[in-house]
């Protein structure tokens, strides 16, 4: 199995943290731009008051695979009726790299329904509800790079927040939520806490299958 480069994975991390000014305060997820200013320790992110930083998590596949493994085609589980069912969930996601992201209607990646957006990796975060009982519960947030030069496809927006868990098990899979301008990290994350409303699909846990394959375990 190839393994991250771990100078590659701390330098990627360090530059999305500075950049984003992401901090983890009480279990709530803060993104802003930092403010420019001559003084360097101005321009890295200012934790609150102690305790109000809660500890940051790796994610589940750090340093173990290439990308994280978000890297190549997931189409959406044929074996999960909550999956399949659920209208929000796109039938088939390709990523290149963990920076470039497709969205599909259907499983054969003709119909796109946002093409080609172009992603920042922001870390991981805890899930609201299963960790720390299981410490691999834990989402890998990515946000919508801005569009500075009007070249992506617009449709993106409305995929401007990412939360997947990191691709595992046998078959592998992964979990994954999205949101619009309109949602939030913290939003995604606290989904897991929703009472349970089968006609809703909630909590919304759809699941992907790795590999190129259609179907990777019931629900």
């Known amino acids: 199995m190839h393994v991250v480069n771990a100078k590659w994975m701390a330098k990627m991390m360090t530059r999305r943290l500075i950049r984003y000014g992401m901090l983890l305060v009480s279990g709530a997820i803060t993104v802003g731009c930092q403010s420019s200013s001559s003084n ?3 321009n890295s992110p200012t934790p609150a008051a102690s305790p109000a930083i809660a500890s940051q998590v790796l994610s589940a596949n750090a340093y173990k695979v290439p990308y994280l493994g978000y890297n190549g085609t997931f189409h959406l589980n044929a074996e999960s009726e909550s999956s399949t069912k659920d209208t929000r969930n796109p039938k088939r996601i390709d990523i290149q790299k963990m920076e470039e992201v497709t969205f599909y209607q259907d499983t054969a990646g003709k119909t796109a329904i946002a093409r080609d ?3 920042a990796y922001l870390g991981a975060v805890p899930d609201a509800k299963y960790y720390p009982e299981y410490k691999t519960s834990v989402w890998d ?3 919508l790079e801005q569009d500075e030069e009007g070249n992506q496809d617009p449709a993106c927006k409305q995929f401007q927040y990412l939360s997947f868990t990191a691709p ?9 939520r999205y949101g619009d301008e309109k949602s939030s990290f913290q939003t995604l994350v606290s989904m897991s806490t929703a009472a349970e409303d089968s006609a809703k699909f909630n909590p919304w846990w759809s699941t992907y299958c790795g590999d190129g394959k259609t179907a990777c375990g019931k629900d």
């Open 141 to 143: 947030i990515f946000e």
């Open 117 to 119: 957006c172009h992603y």
């Open 40 to 42: 360097p320790s101005a």
């Open 168 to 176: 595992h098990g046998d078959p592998i899979h992964m979990h994954f």
